[in-house]
């Protein structure tokens, strides 16, 4: 079974995408506010806090820090199946996240206290990570992108190139 791990702030495109996967036998996994508008049009989905063991918690600080999400993220395949299994870490195939718009609210006049709250953690760290395994794990962090990774697994798959292209522009996004 594959699976594509959703978590995206600009949620343009991100429906259609999701369709595509449903499709294809993917299994979604998503959290907080993209798992909501996942869930309003109709795609199943498994929270990540259900498949951790461990809710959202601060706020929707933490969501996606734990090992299970950075270990089917990390894991290489044939090499850590077996620490995988041992463990109930699902492979992630997939990885579309796309970060709080930081950029963006940086350039409005409002309080230290608020504009921290868009500095994101847990996404660039699921993109690093995706993109270190990009053999393994495709990683989207722009939805431009999505009708390419519809249009490519629909059909013979991700190509290891469009895999290393992908991971260059997520650690570009995250430099």
Request: glycine share 10%; charged share 25%.
């Amino acid at each position: 079974m594959k699976w594509a791990l959703i978590s995206v702030w600009d949620k343009t495109g991100i429906i259609e995408l999701a369709k595509t996967l449903i499709e294809l036998k993917y299994s979604i996994m998503s959290s907080g506010g993209t798992g909501k508008t996942l869930g309003e049009a109709g795609i199943k989905f498994t929270e990540v806090s259900s498949y951790t063991g461990f809710p959202e918690m601060m706020d929707g600080r933490v969501k996606t820090l734990h090992p299970k999400v950075h270990g089917g993220l990390l894991g290489r395949r044939q090499i850590d199946d077996v620490v995988m299994t041992k463990h109930g870490i699902n492979r992630i195939d997939l990885l579309v996240v796309n970060l709080y718009p930081f950029e963006k609210m940086s350039a409005q006049k409002m309080a230290l206290e608020d504009l921290i709250e868009y500095i994101d953690v847990g996404g660039p760290a699921m993109i690093r990570a995706a993109a270190k395994n990009y053999k393994d794990v495709a990683v989207v962090v722009d939805p431009a992108d999505y009708p390419q990774i519809s249009r490519a697994i629909s059909g013979s798959g991700i190509t290891p190139g469009e895999r290393l292209v992908l991971a260059k522009k997520a650690f570009a996004r995250t430099a």
